[in-house]
């Protein structure tokens, strides 16, 4: 299962390659007893810039304000606690669906 609901939340983990040529989720992994999407990221993991690139790619993909996605948990870790706020697990996989991963 790759997102829970918990307090209004929900929440799913993510395994960023910095510096890539493109910002996009490329495939799932298991991590840690979890699972997690791969997302490929074009910035570099220095001063915050790939999560920064991070946060602004899942709100456009989830169409939600960036203040609603926040890096819970991993921040200067490759693998990263994401969680959405104000957020039904159902739309947020919806919005996954698309990408072919699910």
Do not use: W
């Amino acid at each position: 299962m790759f997102f829970h609901e918990k307090n209004g939340s929900v929440i799913f983990y993510l395994q960023v390659v910095p510096n890539a040529a493109q910002t996009c989720i490329v495939g799932v992994v298991a991590k840690y007893d979890k699972m997690a999407f791969k997302l490929h990221s074009k910035e570099p993991p220095e001063r915050g810039k790939a999560n920064k690139e991070i946060i602004e790619y899942l709100s456009s993909l989830l169409d939600m304000p960036k203040s609603h996605v926040v890096i819970d948990k991993g921040e200067t870790e490759k693998f990263k606690k994401i969680k959405v706020l104000n957020a039904k697990q159902v739309d947020v996989q919806k919005a996954f669906q698309g990408l072919g991963f699910l």
